[in-house]
Antibody
Framework: QVQLVESGGGVVQPGTSLRLSCAAS????????MHWVRQAPGKGLEWVAV????????YYLASVKGRFTISRDNSRNTLHLQMNSLRADDTGVYFC??????????WGRGSLVTVSS | DIVMTQTPLTSPVKLGQPASISCWSS???????????LNWLHQRPGQPPRPLIY???SRFSDVPDRFSGSGAGRDFTLKISRVEAEDVGIYYC?????????FGQGTKLEIK
């Protein structure tokens, strides 16, 4: 069955960096675009970034562009999100999700990132 | 960016009664390929979102048929024919027509 498992979250200070990973299994990872979506505590869902199935293209939320980088390793079935210059408003649970023709049909359980001094 | 607006933000419903959630987009969600990538998701506390409906009205295989989606263009609706206790949580509409994908604010369904 399809599984997405995020890791790498934690508590960090403003201005520092963190790298999230998402291990995928149960499907042909290299055939699907992949996304990161986040959710601040008690708030709604916010799309963050997408990467094409082959890594050839990426899009970002305006507020993270230039600070975050999405990448993937299709040989290891892994998705990453490198987050630099973290701010307090980046705090939240980060979900990885699979794109299946415009719908995010599978989601991981999320990884909590807390940015606080 | 496409702005997605949901109403109501909170919906108190009695068990066995119907519920309806509306979602409007700031521009048409019809993609140049002719499809409309409007989706509905459900999230319970402490859990990831679960997709319910894609392309306006197609249910995922594990979704009960008491859930239905309708609409076109910029105006969409999720209906639950008879609310059950397991339906509580927050419902989000989401557009996958263009990047950035965007979500509605969420509608909290609670039992009255």
């Amino acid at each position: 069955q399809v599984q997405l498992v995020e890791s790498g979250g934690g508590v960090v200070q403003p201005g520092t960096s963190l790298r999230l990973s998402c291990a995928a299994s149960g499907f042909s990872f290299s055939s699907y675009g992949m996304h990161w979506v986040r959710q601040a505590p008690g708030k709604g869902l916010e799309w963050v970034a997408v990467i094409w199935f082959d890594g050839s293209n990426e899009y970002y939320l305006a507020s993270v562009k230039g600070r975050f980088t999405i990448s993937r390793d299709n040989s290891r079935n892994t998705l990453h999100l490198q987050m630099n210059s973290l701010r307090a408003d980046d705090t939240g649970v980060y979900f990885c999700s699979r794109d299946n023709y415009g719908v995010l049909d599978y989601w991981g359980r999320g990884s909590l990132v807390t940015v606080s001094s | 960016d496409i702005v997605m607006t949901q109403t109501p933000l909170t919906s108190p419903v009695k068990l066995g009664q119907p519920a309806s959630i509306s979602c409007w987009s700031s521009q048409s969600l019809v993609h140049r390929d002719g499809n409309t990538y409007l989706n509905w998701l459900h999230q319970r506390p402490g859990q990831p979102p679960r997709p319910l409906i894609y392309q306006i009205s197609s249910r995922f295989s594990d979704v009960p048929d008491r859930f239905s989606g309708s609409g076109a263009g910029r105006d969409f609706t999720l209906k639950i024919s008879r609310v059950e206790a397991e339906d509580v949580g927050i419902y989000y509409c989401m557009q996958g027509t263009e990047f950035p994908y965007t979500f509605g604010q969420g509608t909290k369904l609670e039992i009255k």
